[in-house]
């Protein structure tokens, strides 16, 4: 699927997550609420690294969505995976 792209990042607040991105079409901010922070779905999204939402500013018309790359989450990361680096060669 074809879609426009944008970007955007992931918000909290009192528990709650939320998508914010600036859109292609009004320059406004659009705010997507996705529940609960430690929820399935907001979990979902970090780990692909994007969102497909609904464009409001264009009338409700149907099928009219753009996709949303979450800044700052790297696809397929685990934010409990660490980075190890290699040592240090002994001097």
Not at 4 to 30: D, N, Q, Y
């Amino acid at each position: 699927m074809n879609l426009p792209h944008g970007r955007g990042r992931i918000v909290t607040a009192s528990g709650m997550a939320s998508i914010v991105a600036r859109c292609p079409l009004c320059g406004g901010e659009h705010h997507y609420g996705k529940g609960d922070d430690n929820g399935t779905e907001i979990a979902e999204i970090r780990l692909r690294g994007f969102s497909d939402e609904w464009l409001p500013c264009q009338h409700d018309l149907p099928g009219n969505f753009w996709r949303i790359a979450i800044s700052g989450v790297q696809h397929g990361a685990k934010s409990s995976s660490g980075r190890r680096s290699k040592p240090l060669p002994s001097a």
